[in-house]
């Protein structure tokens, strides 16, 4: 654990704080921690409020560390150890915390948009998007071990989509909002490994892509 603290302080910062989280959930709430009063109450994602209260805006923030359940919780800090310590290596730390948090957002702005009368909550908004950046990495990048990530990380998303799918509580609409913000994040956000993967016109246009269509959905679930 001392070694990963060192190697990937990003990682353990978010993974404790998801933790402290979900456990301060479990004291207050005393066994009705994933009741949608809880969830809401601890940051979770409600649209329709949002819209009422524009200034309810940081809920886009605040869900990606919010969980509904023991399975949920563990199944999702789980993947963040695991994932978050290799996207970290890639990304660096600083890149690699502005991939997490942005792909989180873009996956609450989808969800905000597209789910407003469903409470959700959970990291894997953030965790999609960075699955869809291993991809993208890999899919453009030249160094072999990328490659091969990016070809399993692709295998990974489609099993995952087609889970969701057959799955009605999960929200499909976030984690379809955190693969579009990874994507973009993985073009403008350069990797160690290879910085000039993408070209300065193309890192702006992902950028502004990102912002302009966070704005535009936003906007348009507030009117």
């Known amino acids: 654990m001392r070694d990963a603290l060192r190697k990937s302080p990003v990682t353990m910062i978010l993974l404790a704080m998801t933790t402290l989280v979900f456990l301060a959930m479990q004291v207050l709430y005393l066994g009705n921690a994933s009741t949608g009063t809880a969830v809401f109450n601890f940051g979770g994602m409600y649209g329709a409020y949002v819209a009422y209260d524009p200034s309810q805006l940081w809920r886009l923030v605040t869900?990606?560390?919010?969980?509904?359940?023991?399975?949920?919780?563990?199944?999702?800090?789980?993947?963040?150890?695991?994932?978050?310590?290799?996207?970290?290596?890639?990304?660096?730390?600083?890149?690699?915390?502005?991939?997490?948090?942005?792909?989180?957002?873009?996956g609450n702005v989808f969800t905000l948009f597209f789910t407003p009368n469903v409470i959700a909550a959970g990291a894997s908004t953030s965790l999609f998007g960075v699955f869809a950046a291993?991809?993208?990495?890999?899919?453009?990048?030249?160094?072999?071990?990328?490659?091969?990530?990016?070809?399993?990380?692709?295998?990974?998303?489609?099993?995952?989509?087609?889970?969701?799918?057959?799955?009605?509580?999960?929200?499909?609409?976030g984690h379809f909002g955190g693969l579009v913000g990874g994507?973009?994040?993985?073009?403008?956000?350069?990797?160690?490994?290879?910085?000039?993967?993408?070209?300065p016109w193309q890192r702006w246009l992902a950028a502004a892509t990102y912002v302009g269509l966070s704005l535009f959905l936003i906007v348009l679930a507030l009117h």
């Open 63 to 106: 869900p990606i560390f919010v969980h509904i359940g023991w399975q949920h919780f563990i199944f999702n800090a789980l993947t963040l150890y695991f994932v978050g310590q290799l996207a970290e290596q890639i990304w660096g730390h600083h890149k690699f915390l502005a991939l997490y948090v942005l792909s989180g957002i873009a």
């Open 134 to 173: 291993i991809m993208v990495a890999g899919y453009f990048g030249r160094n072999p071990y990328l490659k091969e990530l990016g070809r399993n990380y692709q295998a990974l998303i489609i099993v995952n989509l087609i889970f969701n799918l057959f799955t009605p509580s999960i929200g499909i609409a």
């Open 183 to 199: 994507v973009l994040c993985a073009i403008f956000l350069p990797t160690l490994v290879e910085k000039n993967m993408f070209k």
